[in-house]
């Protein structure tokens, strides 16, 4: 089955820090283009960050100098550090893999910041 799965949401204070996490099952990354997209509450889904063919990453103008996207090809595992939270960043985070998975789709790692 393929499927990825998140984890690393949580509460935390704004100002605070998360690593999220993502492992792919029935498929790898390879040719993929990984990446993270988010949803909060009454907004629509959002691209957070992507991995580019050849390594460039790609930021939304929100988490710039805040986020940092990165992927372990030996684990399949992607990874979205994210540091100086603000209450703005509360949302369902949600990881994909472009062309394969995309957008806000299942179940999501909730990540909850508060002032």
């Known amino acids: 089955e393929v499927q990825l799965v998140e984890s690393g949401g949580g509460s935390v204070q704004a100002g605070g820090s998360l690593t999220l996490s993502c492992t792919a099952s029935?498929?790898?990354?390879?040719?993929?283009?990984p990446g993270w997209y988010r949803q909060a509450p009454g907004h629509e889904c959002e691209l957070v960050s992507l991995?580019?063919?050849?390594?460039?990453?790609h930021y939304t103008d929100s988490v710039k100098g805040r986020f940092a996207i990165s992927q372990d090809n030996a684990k399949n595992t992607l990874y979205l550090q994210m540091n100086s939270l603000k209450v703005e960043d509360t949302a369902v985070y949600y990881c994909a893999a472009l062309s394969l998975i995309a957008g806000c789709r299942g179940q999501g790692t909730q990540v909850t910041v508060s002032s």
């Open positions: 029935g498929f790898t990354f390879d040719g993929l283009t």
């Open positions: 991995i580019i063919s050849g390594g460039t990453t």
